[in-house]
């Protein structure tokens, strides 16, 4: 069991590039993580890793134990996830990686009625807007909110995210209502800085047309929460998902503008690493999210006319 827990601590330290990385992934001392490491150089009588005060590489002979010992472990979290899906009971820590908005606004709440289901299984959810690798950094499952590139993960599609143009109504009443996409040039805008198209916002016209109009502002953020609080502060005009501001349009408190014309519309997806048999804690997460968000997400309900238009754009 020693010899499978050095192969394992090694694997980790690769992967995360250093002892310190490793040692703050496994909760474990760095000396700890090095007696591990050093334990099984001695026992395969082979130098693994070429350590210097700046840099960590692997040997020859450490790249092809690096390399055979990553699928052997991957092959038991298989085993182990196979016997856990006959055994038909998700246990265990989900490992929960979303963008920060979407996580606050609609994951966290939608976690005491999951674990109620699911009372042995725990969750360690990580908010973080980059785009994060599932596998190096050891998440179970991620929330994307963009097309996907990366061939290697099995997405579920759970909804579109579709954006409005809105703002306050003393901001409206102070400046005026823009009618067609051009007049957004006399405004002050607020951009969302990770959105790839932050800075020239497209529109798409009812007969096909597409416009696209340069913005511009004396606000940009890089969270849509912090971006709604300017808006209800009447700062200005901003692109936002509808996740975001779905209930303040319905309340009143923000009016869409520009109703007639669609815009930015991504979709939502559950990823999770390509495997033979997703585990029952993986699956579990994914059919509940499924059951909760679907066809017309909850947040559109009552606001598909701001929306109805929007068509798919640039990824965020």
Not at 161 to 188: E, F, K, Q, S, T
Request: charge should be positive; proline fraction near 5%.
């Amino acid at each position: 069991m020693d010899s499978l827990s050095d192969i394992a601590v090694f694997v980790q330290v690769v992967d995360s590039g250093s002892f310190t990385a490793a040692a703050e992934r496994l909760a474990r001392s760095k000396s700890v993580i090095s007696k591990y490491v050093t334990r099984l150089e001695d026992r395969l009588g082979a130098r693994l890793l070429n350590r210097t005060t700046r840099r960590l590489s692997l040997t020859e002979v450490g790249r092809l134990f690096y390399d055979r010992s990553q699928r052997g472990l991957q092959e038991l979290a298989d085993a182990e996830s196979e016997v856990a899906r006959l055994q038909g009971a998700p246990r265990g820590t989900l490992r929960l990686n979303t963008p920060m908005s979407f996580g606050i606004l609609h994951i966290a709440p939608a976690l005491p009625g999951f674990l109620g289901r699911y009372p042995d299984l725990s969750v360690d959810m990580n908010l973080d807007d980059r785009k994060v690798d599932l596998v190096e950094e050891g998440f179970d499952l991620a929330v994307r909110i963009s097309e996907l590139r990366d061939s290697s993960l099995v997405a579920r599609r759970l909804a579109p995210c579709r954006h409005v143009v809105c703002a306050a109504p003393d901001y409206l009443a102070r400046h005026g209502r823009p009618r067609i996409p051009a007049d957004l040039r006399g405004h002050n805008i607020i951009t969302y800085r990770y959105q790839k198209s932050a800075n020239e916002w497209r529109f798409f016209a009812r007969n096909g047309e597409q416009v696209s109009v340069p913005v511009s502002g004396t606000l940009q953020m890089n969270n849509s929460v912090a971006l709604r609080e300017a808006l209800l502060c009447g700062i200005g005009i901003a692109r936002i998902p509808t996740f975001v501001v779905g209930s303040d349009i319905q309340a009143g408190k923000l009016q869409a503008v520009l109703s007639d014309y669609g815009t930015l519309e991504v979709p939502i997806y559950l990823v999770f690493p390509q495997r033979h048999h997703p585990s029952p804690k993986v699956r579990a997460f994914v059919d509940f999210m499924a059951e909760r968000i679907t066809g017309m997400p909850y947040w559109d309900n009552q606001n598909a006319g701001s929306a109805k238009n929007a068509r798919r754009g640039c990824a965020e």
